[in-house]
């Protein structure tokens, strides 16, 4: 038997899925072809997470003691992507205008996905005091037993550090009068990024 002299010659007869129905030596399977589409399936696949678009998530904003109200015209927006175990999103929370209760006790943010090392900082941010125009810079980490010991997907929201106060026992952590009395159009934002517990 001659060896084909051309892509036609190799491939005529060749249905897509790789099967010959009927060849010189019978019907046939051909491994580099599964090959070659289970292989274009997975780069598809992994194409779609890199470039695809993100997950819109709605994230809750809970306090350690009593949680806020966001009151009327609030909004809480976000959104997140995967890839493997890396979770990198954005999350919005914006008082309304009335009907608004800032809770008591320290913020916490539930993230979307929960993470593997509940000690690990996750991004930078800022709050928004609407009235005044004043803003923090603040990071959120994951804290494992200090303020949120059974809250596996809650992160705490820390203000950048003051001289003499620490997380657990000074005015670090964001919370319902701190930085100030929370009122309409505040604004907390924040950045993340870090390991998922599952991929």
Known sequence: MAYPSSVDEL????????????TILGSGSYPHDDHHRALGTAVEAIETQLVGAYTSYTPTLTASTTSPTLGTGSSATGYYKQIGRMVHGYASIVWGSSGTAAGSGYYGLLLPVEPANRDQAIGPGYLLDYDDQVRFVVASAIVAVDLWAAATKKAIIVTTNVSGE???TGDNPVGAATPWAWSANDKILLNFSYEASTP
């Open 166 to 168: 620490g997380v657990a």
């Open 11 to 22: 491939t005529d007869g060749v249905p897509s899925d790789g099967t010959a129905a009927a």
